[in-house]
């Protein structure tokens, strides 16, 4: 598929993002591990979190797919170590606000580059792109709640 038409200075940083992402890696110690598919584009993100008292201490994910998706999820990743795991739901429902319209979410400076994929909220068939890893880190929190609990 094309690269939805962005502004050139957030189409570079996702192509930057795409050619050299972030903590794309294998996770030796990983507490929770969530695959994640968008059939429609054929994006795939596995991402693994090692989480220890309520906080991540590593991020990593392996993954193909379009630019929007794998660029998505290495920005995600450069946001997750060492935060909270209140923080990392807190900035995977912003970012999710951000994909759906919210233009106060887009002025949220907590999403640093991740404001670059703000112009594919215009492209209804690329969100779920955009939205592949943070669906995989809802996904990987709610399944850690659940072990604690368990
Ligand atoms: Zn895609």
Do not use: W
């Amino acid at each position: 598929m094309d690269t939805p038409q962005l502004s050139s200075l957030y189409q570079q940083l996702i192509l930057e993002h795409y050619r050299n992402p972030r903590n794309k890696a294998e996770l030796d110690d990983k507490t929770v591990e969530i695959h994640m598919a968008n059939p429609v584009c054929g994006d795939e993100v596995r991402l693994q979190l090692k989480i220890e008292d309520d906080r991540i201490v590593a991020a990593k994910f392996m993954g193909h797919g379009c630019s929007i998706s794998q660029a998505a999820v290495s920005m995600m990743t450069t946001k997750l170590e060492g935060a909270s795991l209140q923080d990392a739901e807190a900035l995977a429902r912003r970012f999710t606000e951000m994909m759906h319209g919210s233009t106060e979410a887009a002025k949220d400076k907590a999403l640093g580059d991740l404001r670059a994929l703000q112009g594919v909220s215009k492209f209804p068939v690329r969100i779920k792109c955009a939205l592949i890893g943070f669906d995989a880190l809802q996904e990987a929190l709610k399944s850690y709640a659940q072990e604690e609990t368990a």
